[in-house]
């Protein structure tokens, strides 16, 4: 157990404590690759390296964000300056508005430099972009002489411009950072503000070993969580196996005496039936009860015999009718007629005899 935390915790690799005990020569390589390696799979020696280099990175980079800070709000500044209004300027604010001009024109031609400066051959020769070099453009600087001359100034006027205006932003930064610093009461210092970066490198830290901490609860979840998978499959083949040798080898025993018993108790439901049964009979057909039903039953059969032999009458009388043929229904059909017309002629005859009576 140990070993394998061991192993997890200083390569890269996910190993259980079967494994370790399958492989023990694999995992004797496995521990001493542990300290030729670190815990992200490269070497111990290129490791170094990489946080050196890592580090003069770190230094340059924070050397060039400084210059480019300045940079950034010296060009912020001139364009204010360039958007200020001329029209009843004053002559602190001519001399101002000068000073921008002069430095704003230098910037531009240290841009050109790096644009015309394509840098070197093999054999030493500089290369420049049509044949301009910054030699020619440094002659060509009409602010040449201006510079050198207002120098003194400039320093006097850009540097606590420049300086009063970063911080400014440091101080919002900083209190964008910590809203509650004002809420506190205490006036905020250039001190406070200067340990801004010291604080966020320590809350990033802090941050990252969060992170950190968070992927090793995650690894070590994940290895519990395949140790539990396992532990259960060895409990899932135990009990299936309790499962088929002692309840499935008595269940066909358990089944046979169930439906024995089921069996039986059927048979004695229908010999309760039957009994039910009988009594009922005896209780509804009583000595009188029998004898009635003889006497409807002779009646019945006496009426039945009736209407046989009255079908059978009707149906030779039929038979004899259809022996005629197709002429036996008209011949009906007249004597319908002739015996309506013999009723209304008798109808008639009694109407003119009480006529005669009557006179």
Not at 49 to 62: H, P, V, W, Y
Not at 129 to 137: D, T
Not at 170 to 190: R, V, W
């Amino acid at each position: 157990m140990e070993l394998t935390e061991k192993l997890a915790d200083s390569l890269p690799i996910a190993i259980t404590d079967e494994d370790v005990e399958k492989n023990p020569e694999f995992c004797k390589l496995l521990d001493s690759l542990a300290y030729r390696l670190t815990s992200n799979g490269m070497t111990r020696s290129l490791d170094e390296e990489l946080n050196a280099a890592n580090e003069e990175l770190k230094k340059q980079k924070f050397a060039f964000l400084q210059q480019r800070t300045v940079l950034d709000e010296l060009k912020e500044y001139l364009t204010e300056c360039e958007s200020l209004p001329k029209n009843g300027s004053t002559s602190i604010k001519n001399n101002q508005l000068q000073l921008c001009k002069i430095v704003s024109e230098s910037l531009m031609l240290a841009e050109l430099n790096d644009y015309v400066n394509l840098g070197t051959t093999k054999d030493g020769t500089k290369l420049a972009l049509l044949g301009v070099s910054c030699e020619h453009l440094s002659q060509l600087n009409p602010c040449k002489r201006s510079v050198q001359q207002y120098l003194s100034s400039v320093q006097q006027v850009l540097i606590p411009e420049i300086e009063t205006r970063l911080r400014k932003r440091c101080e919002n930064l900083a209190e964008y950072y910590n809203p509650n610093s004002q809420d506190d009461g205490e006036p905020m210092t250039f001190a406070n503000i200067t340990e801004l970066p010291e604080l966020i490198e320590r809350d990033k830290r802090r941050v990252d070993d969060e992170k950190a901490n968070l992927t090793k609860v995650a690894v070590l979840r994940r290895r519990k969580f395949w140790q539990y998978y396992q532990e259960i499959q060895k409990c899932i083949e135990i009990l299936d196996e309790i499962i088929r040798k002692y309840r499935l080898k008595y269940q066909a025993d358990h089944d046979t005496i169930t439906c024995n018993w089921f069996a039986a108790k059927c048979d004695a439901m229908c010999n309760k039936l039957s009994v039910l049964a009988n009594h009922l009979l005896k209780d509804s057909y009583t000595n009188e009860t029998v004898s009635a039903l003889n006497q409807i039953k002779h009646h019945l059969v006496t009426a039945q015999a009736e209407v046989e032999n009255e079908l059978t009458t009707i149906s030779e009388s039929l038979r004899s009718y259809e022996a005629i043929g197709m002429g036996f229904d008209k011949i009906v059909l007249q004597y319908a007629e002739i015996a309506k017309s013999i009723d209304e002629k008798r109808w008639a005859l009694s109407q003119i005899n009480e006529s005669s009576n009557h006179t």
